[in-house]
């Protein structure tokens, strides 16, 4: 079974708007981290934000946020006030086994964004 | 600054030929990665490492060997190259103790079987 499931393979949006990106995931874990990445056309991942799943508030970083939904699985990120840099793909991954040495992570299919100016 | 280098962006190799991908990372990380990338399928994990001379196998292990002979460097064989193993190639790394901590990337090596 898919543990990463991003569902928009591609969007558009205008400069300056917000964008939301979809994320759900599969774990029978209590204890688990996700993560969002962005890779430009470059090739290079970025590292942009991190939730714990005992966090009890949505993680931010500077124009990112992350919408959790525990309940429903889902780790939505939210990115506002878009750039045109801000066009890239954009990964979802998940960390599970907290306390275990098991460091590896399950990533989505990735979703482009194209920011319009 | 944290630094993963990948020793080619671009790599360009014949069916059966033994392929090797370099990955040094230069921040004393335990953990290395070795991904593929494809479209539609996102990263998936080939081998890992958490120690000098240790391996894992990840989800797509086969047609493909590691080597882990010093802390820094996390090597990716491809035993007899096949042209379904044209692909983006993504090496990582992160801290052993460090769980939330994400993994850092080397800039990728686009490999062409050919």
């Known amino acids: 079974a898919q543990k990463i499931t991003q569902t928009q393979p591609g969007m558009f949006v205008q400069e300056k708007e917000a964008v939301t990106l979809d994320c759900t995931y599969d774990?029978?874990?209590?204890?688990?981290?996700l993560f969002w990445y962005k890779q430009p056309s470059s090739g290079e991942m970025i590292f942009l934000i991190y939730?714990?799943?005992?966090?009890?508030q949505n993680a931010t970083e500077g124009r990112y946020s992350l919408n959790f939904q525990k309940a429903r699985k889902s780790a939505n990120l939210v990115i506002s006030a878009s750039q045109l840099g801000d066009s890239a793909m954009y990964f979802c991954?998940?960390?599970?086994?907290?306390?275990?040495?098991?460091?590896?992570?399950?990533f989505g299919a990735g979703t482009t964004v194209t920011v319009r100016a | 600054d944290v630094k993963v280098t990948q020793s080619s962006r671009y790599l360009v190799k014949r069916t059966g030929e033994k392929v090797f991908l370099e990955c040094v990372q230069d921040m004393d990380h335990e953990n290395m990665f070795w991904y593929r990338q494809d479209p539609g399928l996102g990263l998936r994990l080939i081998y890992f490492s958490y120690d000098v001379k240790m391996k894992e196998k990840g989800d797509i292990p086969e047609g493909y060997s590691v080597s882990r002979e010093k802390k820094e460097r996390f090597s990716l064989i491809l035993e007899s190259a096949s042209t379904n193993q044209t692909s983006m190639y993504l090496c990582?790394?992160?801290?052993?103790?460090?769980?939330?901590?994400?993994?850092?990337f080397g800039d990728g090596t686009r490999l062409s079987i050919l």
């Open positions: 990582a790394s992160s801290l052993l103790a460090a769980w939330n901590q994400p993994q850092h």
């Open positions: 991954a998940m960390r599970e086994g907290m306390g275990s040495n098991d460091y590896k992570l399950s």
């Open positions: 774990t029978s874990d209590q204890s688990y981290g």
């Open positions: 939730q714990g799943s005992y966090d009890e």
